[in-house]
């Protein structure tokens, strides 16, 4: 097993924490990233997090995308928190922090509920899992989804863009970061008018979302502007780490779906997390807890 490590010579953290740990979830982690071959050196409860945290080295010799995309769905089925990095000590702080919207910082897929309103939640539920779970390429899957609300009012669109279900302590998260001296960004393949809600009501410093396309008042089912896909997210992140002189390892990305993919990998701290598959009964971290995870290693 030390000359399979030795040979694996790319080593990675990843941070487990929960509301309420159990050793499944430890379990879990190592099984899914043990399916790629990755050989899982130690296992340590991480000291002082105000949080249960444990800690894993790994040993994988195969890119960063493969870990995180073996990891994403595990956030889904457990309400857990993971951070992945490698495995190294953090020289200097973190400076952007960039989130999905849908199912992160709201407790929803902001679809769906449109959705609800045209009478055709059923078959937006189906797709959105498709699109989150990346069993159907995402641009072309959106594009299908935004179709369906074709003549839905803008107004209606406007009205739930004020009563989003805000993921509990997105305030407290906000604060503690703009307290760092760190810079947020939404970025999301969402329409612009929930992300712009968000922004306007927390303080987030930059937004890239999608635009549907309204004639008359009323959505036409199109788009107006490129679709924010898995790409279009990494590059948007790519561009605003560059205009704050920020390299990737003071960067880090939240989400939770296969088009965070490429955004998670390109930031030097990737933090996986879902706010909206457990049920009220499942205790479950604050969003405020991704603040907390990303400070552990702080010098």
Known sequence: MAYLCAEMNERYRIYIMAAKPSLLHVAAVCRAVESLGACVVSCRRVQGASDPCVMLTVCFAGAKSMLLKTLLPLAR?????????????RVKSIGLVAF???SVLVRTEMMNE?????????????????????????????????????????????????????????????????????????ITGG??????????????????????????????GALSGA?????????????????LSLSPDRVAAVGDGANDLSMLDYAGE????????????????????????????DN
Do not use: W
Request: proline share 2%; charged share 20%.
């Open 114 to 186: 449109l959705a609800a309103r045209c009478g055709c939640s059923h078959e937006m539920t189906y797709l959105t899992e498709l699109a989150m779970s990346g069993q159907e390429e995402f641009a072309d899957n959106f594009r299908r989804r935004v179709s369906m609300l074709r003549g839905l009012p803008l107004a209606e669109v406007k009205a739930m863009a004020q009563a989003l279900p805000i993921a509990e302590g997105v305030s407290a998260l906000k604060h503690s970061l703009s307290v760092r001296g760190v810079r947020t960004a939404i």
């Open 100 to 102: 999905d919207l849908d």
């Open 77 to 89: 089925q457990y309400p857990l928190l993971l951070r992945v990095c490698r495995n190294e000590e």
């Open 227 to 243: 679709i924010v896909d898995a790409e279009t997210k990494a590059a948007c992140l790519r561009q605003l780490s560059i205009a």
């Open 191 to 220: 329409f612009r008018q929930f992300s712009q809600s968000v922004q306007d009501q927390y303080g987030f410093d930059y937004i890239c979302t999608s635009e549907a396309e309204v004639v008359d008042g009323v959505l036409t």
């Open 270 to 297: 990737s933090i996986i997390f879902n706010t909206s598959t457990h049920g009220a009964t499942v205790p479950q971290l604050r969003i405020d807890a991704v603040s907390t995870i990303l400070s552990i290693g």
